[in-house]
């Protein structure tokens, strides 16, 4: 069963974060962390959503704990997402 747009983890950050004005932009210690993990030699790259979950965070709005809940959801509904277009 594939989730609608209505009910996805995506559609529940975003209602989220538009309701307490935050938006997915990086901050200076968001590409600070980037710039540190690619000379590491890891490619780490969060999309929006993802960034979202971190600004959240950093706002106060969420705890560790959500995160990882919704990180988890919404990376099982990507994964669903792309299994289903190469079905």
Do not use: F, P
């Amino acid at each position: 069963m594939t989730e609608s747009a209505s009910d996805s983890v995506a559609n529940e950050v975003r209602k989220l974060a538009k309701k307490h004005r935050v938006g997915a932009d990086r901050d200076g210690l968001s590409c600070m962390a980037a710039t540190i993990t690619r000379l590491a030699g890891d490619a780490v790259e969060l999309d929006g959503i993802e960034q979202l979950l971190v600004n959240l965070k950093r706002k106060g709005i969420l705890n560790k704990a959500e995160i990882m809940v919704l990180q988890g959801r919404y990376l099982q509904e990507k994964r669903r997402s792309k299994e289903q277009l190469s079905a």
